[in-house]
């Protein structure tokens, strides 16, 4: 199964046009116990994900490049790189979301941490997709704060938002990535991702505090083309069965 699935951007933009709604379930490799992977790729292989997320706010582990290659070996899925810093880069992983943290004003995620990781993804085959990120409230503090020392946008300033949604499609990011955060309190609120959905043209991306399939259900009607499950998934992996 270790084949290369290209043109993963194009397939999220088909995906949109075509009206068919796509999930990532993401994996921070310090959360994986690598002598349970078979079973939790089995549990993958058997929901309904269209693609795998790895990568988080902070990785510590060294297995990144071993848990891509299981995957690799053992799914179907496109697996794409969600990295935290240019030290989450692996060549065995699909794809990269190149992002830019565009609600915060910390230049190592606006640029200094893009121009370090550019050189190394050059030396890659890996398939670079610029994506706008926008951390939102969600009632605690998140690791993405933390780590980036940037404060989330307010969930009640939805004219912040879209304006930050609008700039970020402007400057050429071919996905726009709405985040509450790893275990959120409180999810993107439905109606902001109906907004954001309905001003700009590129797909969105939903993740965090979406903790049930209803909540999943809600942000697709609401106009998510991708909705991301981590932390559920993590303390559930009986979170798809019914």
């Known amino acids: 199964m270790q084949q290369k699935i290209l043109n993963i951007h194009q397939q999220i933009l088909e995906a949109k046009k075509s009206g068919q709604k796509l999930l990532a379930i993401l994996l921070d490799p310090d959360k994986i116990v690598l002598e349970n992977l078979d079973r939790l790729i089995l549990k993958i292989n058997h929901s309904p994900a269209t693609h795998i997320f790895v990568g988080g706010s902070i990785v510590q582990a060294t297995i990144l490049e071993e848990l891509i290659t299981k995957l690799k070996q053992n799914t179907n899925l496109p697996v794409v790189i969600f990295p935290g ?23 190592d995620y606006l640029i ?35 780590v980036s020392k940037t404060k989330p946008l307010n969930r009640e300033n939805f004219d912040l938002v879209l304006a930050t949604a609008q700039a970020g499609e402007m400057l050429g990011n071919k996905l726009m990535y709405l985040e509450a955060g790893s275990g959120a309190k409180n999810a993107v609120p439905l109606e902001m991702i109906r907004l954001i959905a309905q001003n700009i043209e590129i797909p969105v991306i939903v993740g ?10 809600n942000a697709y009607n609401a106009g998510a083309d991708l909705v991301v499950i981590g932390t559920a998934f993590e303390n559930d992996t009986h979170f798809f069965e019914l």
């Open 85 to 107: 810093d240019p030290s989450q880069i692996s060549p065995y992983a699909d794809a990269i979301l190149f992002l830019s943290l565009l609600s915060g004003r910390n230049p």
């Open 112 to 146: 200094e941490y893009q121009v370090q990781a550019a050189p190394i993804l050059k030396k890659t085959n890996l398939e670079v997709i610029s994506t706008g990120y926008i951390l939102i409230e969600s009632g605690n503090e998140t690791a993405v704060a933390r």
């Open 208 to 217: 965090g505090g979406i903790t049930d399939l209803r909540g999943i259900q």
